[in-house]
């Protein structure tokens, strides 16, 4: 980023693993990953945004996990040290709770209610008043935030996954996620062209049959005018939080499918970049680029299309809302 010139507002990292080989593990005294970070980023004039992704430590989608002593407990413990690691900054901070898990709740969720879904959380001494169910799991993460991390802002990521904005959004709201600071629109993850070549890489399988890039004219689906929509009528069932746009890939424009690892094609920084008011009028306060996979194009392997686009940006930024 140093070196391209780059100076960018938000810098996200990951929070993984509960237990042994777990984030607060990774420095010394247990925690100060947290504090090391937040430093770095906001040495370089950039807010600090930690995406807290411990539920996955036990398979996704394993929802037994929650309910389970053994494993709740020191996950509650690490969500504690994370918001008390970054209250002792004094900085404001992004927190993005547990992307993939919700979506995940709502698919076990009997007839999609939440609160059939039993979770360990009034062991927790600041939520005692919380419900033991994936209701008060939701709560308690905020609570624990507000509790110990007073300036950092807290958002839900939603997932989709082939079900319409009404059904998420209502199943968010039922989680309590209107309660939050901001909603996180997941996009893809992955750069289209990774989809296309054939067969995709590991990474990128089982993601259906396309098409993958979208449409830039905002006529053929996908597009980004329709992508957009359901966000925002997700956000109608949250009160209008604002929106944080992440794990946006960076591949560049091509009119040939596919490409190679590390080069696959995409068109999301070149549309969001270009077309900044149609999100900024619809809630969207940030949108954070980084690909999801290890073969996802970069700004080390974009050829410095970001570089040039984001400069072009803040030459003439979008108002917000």
Request: glycine share 12%; aromatic share 12%.
């Amino acid at each position: 980023m140093t070196t391209q010139q780059i100076r960018p507002d938000i810098i996200d990292t990951y929070l993984v693993g509960v237990g042994g080989g777990a984030w607060p593990t990774w420095n010394s005294p247990d925690g100060a990953y947290v504090t090391y970070t937040a430093a770095n980023v906001s040495a370089v004039g950039a807010v600090p945004m930690f995406t807290l992704y411990q539920m996955a430590s036990r398979g996704e989608g394993n929802l037994a996990a929650i309910n389970d002593a053994s494993f709740m407990t020191p996950y509650w413990a690490q969500v504690k040290l994370m918001y008390q690691k970054i209250g002792a900054t004094n900085l404001p901070t992004l927190v993005n709770l547990e992307p993939d898990f919700w979506g995940f709740v709502l698919t076990g969720a009997p007839g999609g209610d939440p609160t059939k879904v039993p979770a360990r959380v009034s062991q927790v001494a600041e939520c005692a008043n919380q419900p033991d169910n994936a209701v008060g799991m939701a709560g308690c993460l905020l609570a624990l935030g507000r509790t110990y991390a007073p300036k950092a802002r807290i958002g839900f990521p939603p997932s989709f996954w082939g079900r319409d904005a009404t059904t998420v959004g209502n199943f968010m709201l039922k989680l309590g996620a209107d309660k939050a600071d901001f909603m996180v629109a997941q996009t893809s993850d992955r750069d289209a062209g990774c989809f296309e070549v054939s067969p995709p890489p590991s990474e990128c399988a089982g993601r259906g049959n396309g098409p993958f890039y979208w449409d830039e004219n905002n006529v053929a689906t996908p597009n980004f005018h329709q992508d957009l929509a359901q966000w925002v009528a997700v956000q109608g069932k949250l009160g209008n939080l604002p929106i944080l746009f992440w794990q946006t890939p960076m591949g560049v424009p091509s009119s040939t499918p596919g490409g190679t690892w590390g080069h696959y094609r995409d068109n999301h920084v070149q549309y969001m970049l270009t077309h900044p008011t149609e999100y900024t009028a619809n809630g969207v306060f940030a949108i954070v680029f980084s690909g999801g996979g290890s073969g996802s194009v970069n700004i080390t392997t974009d050829g410095g299309q970001f570089a040039r686009l984001f400069k072009a940006y803040l030459a003439n930024p979008a108002p917000l809302r």
